[in-house]
């Protein structure tokens, strides 16, 4: 069974860059696309990105001109950066599989929260 | 892209059905069948429990089905179980990214 588990910085200062690692074990990242997807406190979800094992992106044009998501493979590992972060930007992040073949997000990380404060 | 329609709320003994709705639009619930459904326990990660409108991933009870009608998408638990009282979400593929539904708290009186 594929597990995935968050890890990186739980605050992070206003204007900086949020950077987090999901790493993937029990399974292969080959042929699978992999998100991330992040849920403010008390609220709903928010899809921010996929990458394809091989390196193919696409984000959510709410984020995209500060979403970077990149892959290694050899690591088993995919990261998310998000600039100049803001209070709204705090969030429990997730990182799942999918898309798959339905559209559906599979398996999904505990979760890690971040907060954006000074 | 807008956030899909649900109502905040739904309840049911034990033992009863209970239905949740996912309303969106043309370009997203109403142009593809790529709903899925999401339960989510406090402080857990969401489990996918409903995917293409009415497809069960494998360990998924059968109580849970889903169905889909113009814009709008349903799920509903049969037989509640005290375990089903969780936080339900839905998703819909939006043709060039994926948008999730506002969230129904189930409870289970």
């Known amino acids: 069974q594929v597990q995935l588990q968050e890890s990186g910085p739980g605050l992070v200062k206003p204007s900086e860059t949020l950077s987090l690692t999901c790493t993937v074990s029990?399974?292969?990242?080959?042929?699978?696309?992999w998100s991330w997807i992040r849920q403010p406190p008390g609220k709903g979800l928010e899809w921010i990105g996929y990458?394809?094992?091989?390196?193919?992106?696409k984000y959510n044009p709410s984020l995209k001109s500060r979403v970077t998501i990149s892959v290694d493979t050899s690591k088993n590992q995919f990261s998310l950066r998000l600039t100049s972060v803001t209070a709204a930007d705090t969030a429990v992040y997730y990182c799942?599989?999918?898309?798959?073949?339905?559209?559906?997000?599979?398996?999904w990380g505990q979760g890690t929260l971040v907060t954006v404060s000074s | 892209q807008s956030a899909l329609t649900q109502p905040p709320s739904a309840s049911g003994s034990p033992g009863q059905s209970v239905t949740i709705s996912c309303t969106g639009a043309?370009?997203?619930?109403?142009?593809?069948?790529?709903v899925s459904w999401y339960q989510q326990h406090p402080g857990k990660a969401p489990k996918l429990m409903i995917y293409?409108?009415?497809k069960r991933p494998s360990g998924v009870p059968d109580r849970f089905s889903g169905s889909k009608s113009a814009n709008t998408a349903s799920l509903t638990v049969s037989g509640l179980q005290a375990e089903d009282e969780a936080d339900y979400y839905c998703?819909?593929?939006?043709?060039?990214?994926?948008?999730f539904g506002t969230g129904t708290k189930v409870t289970v009186l």
């Open positions: 799942a599989r999918g898309p798959s073949s339905g559209e559906e997000f599979e398996h």
């Open positions: 029990g399974g292969s990242m080959s042929s699978y696309y």
């Open positions: 990458i394809y094992y091989s390196g193919s992106t």
């Open positions: 043309s370009s997203d619930v109403g142009g593809y069948n790529y």
């Open positions: 293409e409108v009415t």
């Open positions: 998703s819909s593929y939006a043709g060039t990214d994926y948008v």
